[in-house]
């Protein structure tokens, strides 16, 4: 009854390699979310999807790109993965935006060689 | 800019002592709270947010808008509490857009 799916779970990729991964949610919120998580470092949210309507924070890399075809899936694509994207990948969703709960998905672990 | 301070990295406490994980906070409008929790080897998840003024698993956390502080607190820890506690501050930016920022989190060790 997993309601926030995030595949692969661990996904190994090279330098420059592009690489995407994958989100999906069986909630029909609204609002799905890409974090970035490095050891020991708060989630860092790298953009939010509104339906439709993508939102880009100010400070995410051009190298990190999402799509989202439908309600239930989202796709973050990291476009020249370099030794510094080596994190952990947490996806969210939640029915409104921001003050809303999140509810997150068990996250894939990115490693760069 | 909106920042959320999580000072200790780890707080260990022996089963039955109380537990008061630290969140500061620097907002300037009226900030909605959370905190999340992640149990080993399970996702991050909502433990409780301050709008509901709930009480979850014996926790509770009480807004000082003085202290700009959002503190968790349970009475007697229970070593099924050990997990990784985040602090989250949903607010608007300076842009306009609502944003939300999460403590780099606390670990909770409880002693047997």
């Known amino acids: 009854d997993a309601m926030v799916i995030q595949n692969p779970r661990y996904q190994v990729t090279q330098f420059g390699k592009p690489v995407t991964l994958s989100c999906s949610q069986t909630?029909?919120?609204?609002?799905m979310y890409w974090y970035q998580q490095k050891s020991s470092q708060a989630p860092k949210l790298l953009f939010h999807?509104?339906?439709?309507?993508?939102?880009n924070e100010a400070d995410t890399p051009d190298n990190f790109q999402s799509r989202r075809p439908n309600t239930s899936f989202c796709f973050l694509d990291i476009r020249s993965p370099g030794l510094g994207d080596a994190a952990m990948y947490l996806c969210a969703t939640s029915r409104e935006e921001y003050s809303d709960t999140q509810y997150f998905g068990p996250g894939t672990r990115l490693t760069v060689l | 800019a909106q920042r959320v301070t999580q000072p200790e990295k780890l707080l260990s406490v022996f089963k039955g002592a109380p537990v008061e994980l630290k969140c500061n906070y620097s907002?300037?409008?009226?900030?909605?709270l959370f905190w999340y929790v992640q149990y080993s080897r399970q996702r991050l998840q909502l433990l409780l947010r301050?709008?509901s003024r709930e009480s979850i698993k014996g926790f509770t956390a009480d807004l000082n808008k003085g202290e700009t502080s959002f503190h968790l607190k349970k009475p007697f820890a229970q070593e099924e509490d050990s997990a990784m506690y985040y602090c989250?501050?949903?607010?608007?930016?300076?842009?306009?857009?609502?944003?939300?920022?999460f403590g780099t989190g606390t670990k909770l060790q409880v002693i047997p």
């Open positions: 999807y509104y339906d439709k309507d993508f939102n």
């Open positions: 909630l029909n919120h609204n609002v």
């Open positions: 301050h709008i």
């Open positions: 989250a501050l949903s607010g608007v930016n300076s842009g306009g857009y609502q944003k939300v920022t």
């Open positions: 907002y300037s409008g009226s900030p909605e």
